[in-house]
Nanobody, 129 residues
Framework: QLQLVESGGGLVQPGGSLRLSCIVS????????IGWFRQAPGKEREAVSCISTRGGVTDYADSVKGRFTISRDNEKNTQNTVYRQMNGLKPEDTAVYYCAADILLAVEAMCASGSHDYWGQGTQVTVSS
């Protein structure tokens, strides 16, 4: 079983930056993919970006390319942390952001699917002046 906990959300002005974190704990397997997803009010959940086990492969939604960066730190003892640096935030980025994990799944498949084995509770990001 994996546990995922997101943090770092908040209120930010347009053009500002935030860094979200997703800490993965539990019996982490050797190979698992992490994805960030978001859901805005009245909209379906969508993939934002995904990253492979060692961080060598990433995938981004077109709407965030050049503004968001996903990375992961696999060295902190038994915890694995995935970061999302968000720059140039826009009001349309307002949503609840979730991280998800899946085992033995390619990065592209992770972002293409909204159904995954493990999810965090979500963190709210609000972009407003």
């Amino acid at each position: 079983q994996l546990q995922l906990v997101e943090s770092g959300g908040g209120l930010v002005q347009p053009g500002g930056s935030l860094r979200l974190s997703c800490i993965v704990s539990g019996r982490t397997p050797d190979d698992y993919t992490i994805g960030w997803f978001r859901q805005a009010p009245g909209k379906e959940r969508e993939a934002v970006s995904c990253i492979s086990t060692r961080g060598g492969v990433t995938d981004y939604a077109d709407s965030v390319k050049g503004r968001f960066t996903i990375s992961r730190d696999n060295e902190k003892n038994t915890q694995n942390t995935v970061y999302r640096q968000m720059n140039g935030l826009k009001p349309e980025d307002t949503a609840v952001y979730y991280c998800a994990a899946d085992i033995l799944l390619a990065v592209e498949a992770m972002c293409a699917s909204g159904s995954h084995d493990y999810w965090g509770q979500g963190t709210q990001v609000t972009v407003s002046s």
